[in-house]
């Protein structure tokens, strides 16, 4: 067995980064931390031309939450991302290449310490035996183990989609396509025709077309959009000191986008007809069947978003099946369902382990966004670090 570590993080997007944050706030040391690329997830990788639907304010309150943020924030030269965010309007929405700038600049300050070491690769195989996590890992054709008390687990997740079934010759644009307007557009012809499928009502749904619209109103005239949804938009209303629909709700540009355009009345009244065509799904019918699926050209799915797969993980060598899995959204840990016991030493958080919340008006909601695994991390960590003592 290789390296003894106190804690192991995998994944460094924003919930990764957060917990090595408040593990590190919690003094302990040393960390193993593992990522493939350390560039802060799919927030950087995917999302830099997505428009927040946080506002500034809360980027900021993020970085600063805790001291080893703030060790990095009062070392690093100005400008910075930091700073950067410090001179917007902190009542307002930005791009989320800021925050992702800011995450970055977080992420190489933490892989700077000699308290953290960081492994480039993957954990492929996590065992529980003689009290802690034994763990494999690789990185190109190359192998390591290592051990860990704590296995914490930031693993992210991923754009769901349904495979439409043949025959069919409609194209699939990835979800990260759809919101990254540089990629769309060199992803449709500007000359031929074209209908767009987009399938949902989510904030995600909203951008996609906005996207497609600026397209087809600009450099894309022969772009038509077929938008199928069953449900009404939802928006995030403010209500004082706490926000109805905060998780669920339309934010930011794409909530004044869709009350002037999509909404039926401006819809309608508007020049949005023309080149968005409402499809009503009935309760319980998949896009799937609907006819007018089939008269489109490429479809965007924007159906929620799936966890990503987790290492193999075993305890005393006996599997333990992803399925048996039940993460408990208030502590973080988790327990087998085969048989209720929780699973030692084993935490999770981040979009694919979030939170749940309730509001004031008995919402249940997933808490997602940077802010909100922060301030998640911060209550739960000081909980899973007392079995190190």
């Not at 069919?168 to 990260?176: E, M």
């Not at 319980?284 to 797969?309: D, K, M, W």
Request: hydrophobic share 35%; aromatic share 8%; glycine share 6%.
């Amino acid at each position: 067995m290789g390296s003894r570590f106190a804690a192991t993080v995998i994944g460094a997007g924003p919930s990764g980064l957060a917990a090595v944050g408040n593990l590190l706030a919690q003094r302990v040391s040393p960390l193993l931390w593992v990522d493939p690329l350390f560039s802060s997830g799919r927030l950087n990788q995917s999302y830099r031309e997505v428009p927040s639907n946080t506002k500034v304010k809360l980027f900021l309150d993020f970085a600063q939450a805790v001291k080893p943020f703030q060790d990095i924030i009062d070392t690093t030269p100005s400008p910075n991302p930091v700073t950067h965010l410090e001179q917007l309007d902190q009542n307002q929405h930005c791009t989320i290449a800021d925050a992702a700038d800011m995450c970055r600049m977080l992420t190489d300050g933490l892989l700077k310490r000699d308290d953290v070491t960081a492994v480039f690769g993957n954990v492929n195989a996590a065992n529980w035996a003689d009290g802690c996590w034994q763990l494999g890992t690789t990185h190109n054709s190359n192998s390591s183990h290592y051990s860990s008390h704590l296995l914490v687990l930031c693993t992210g997740s991923q754009p769901k989609s349904i495979k439409v079934p043949p025959p069919t010759s409609i194209k699939d644009i990835h979800l990260d396509i759809a919101l990254t307007p540089t990629k769309l557009q060199t992803t449709i012809s500007p000359s031929e025709p074209a209908t767009i499928a987009v399938i949902g009502s989510s904030h995600s749904a909203v951008l996609a077309l906005l996207n497609l619209y600026t397209l087809a109103t600009s450099s894309h005239p022969e772009l038509r959009i077929k938008w199928f949804s069953r449900s009404p938009l939802l928006y995030a209303v403010p209500k004082g000191d706490w926000i109805l629909y905060d998780n669920t709700g339309l934010k930011g540009l794409a909530a004044t986008w869709a009350r002037s355009h999509l909404e039926d009345d401006s819809r309608q009244s508007g020049n949005t007809a023309r080149y968005i065509e409402k499809v009503e799904l009935p309760e319980g019918e998949s896009f799937i069947t609907s006819p007018a699926l089939s008269r489109c050209t490429h479809v965007v799915q924007a159906i929620g978003y799936a966890p990503n797969p987790l290492p193999s993980l075993t305890l005393n060598h006996a599997p333990l099946p992803t399925s048996s899995l039940v993460h408990d959204a208030h502590s973080g840990a988790f327990s087998d369902n085969r048989h209720g016991h929780t699973v030692p030493g084993l935490y999770g958080a981040g979009i694919a382990w979030p939170e749940t919340v309730t509001d004031p008006e008995g919402n249940v909601e997933s808490a997602v966004g940077l802010y909100k695994f922060m301030k998640y991390l911060r209550r739960v960590v000081p909980e899973w670090t007392k079995t190190l003592n």
